[in-house]
């Protein structure tokens, strides 16, 4: 995911979906590298601790959902050039964290990185439905799940709403 975002040249990032933090704290090292910052949100602190203090001048932690995560980027007074959604995979849920997501993007094209991009989960055909909306799409296969499960990402360019 930091490829991606350096790709990009992303500096500030968005993550719904903490739980342990092992991609929150890849960004963070990023974030730090390009003088971005990163705030994530869950609805559960299960966070690593150690490293939860080795990266506290670049991440902002919202406990609680993405509705309250964007008041805190709001209140930095800062924009989002790239969003990695991993939250709740229920009907709905995607699209609710997207539309609470909206408010706080760049000026720019914004990468959009949905995990579990799967027929498995029900957010399925609510991010069919977002890759049928946008110019550019492709779903990025990194390998299997803890279940061996395969699991899938939708990667979209784009600025909605703007």
Known sequence: MTTLAKKFNVKNIAEVGTAQGWQY??????????????????IRDVRHYEYSKEYDDVTHFTLGDSKEMIENIKSDNQTIDMFYV???????????????????????????????????????????????????????????????????????IGNFGK
């Open 86 to 156: 991993d939250g709740s995979h229920d009907k709905g849920a995607v699209l609710n964290d997207m539309l609470n997501l909206l408010e706080v993007q760049s000026n720019r094209d914004c990468v959009w990185v949905f995990d579990d991009y799967d027929q498995r989960f029900g957010c399925y055909h609510d991010l069919t439905s977002i890759s049928q909306k946008c110019q550019f799409f492709t779903v990025h296969t990194p390998g299997k799940t803890a279940s061996n499960n395969p699991t899938h990402q939708l990667v979209v």
């Open 25 to 42: 704290y890849s960004f963070a090292e990023y974030c730090r590298s390009v003088g971005g910052k990163i705030w994530s949100c869950d």
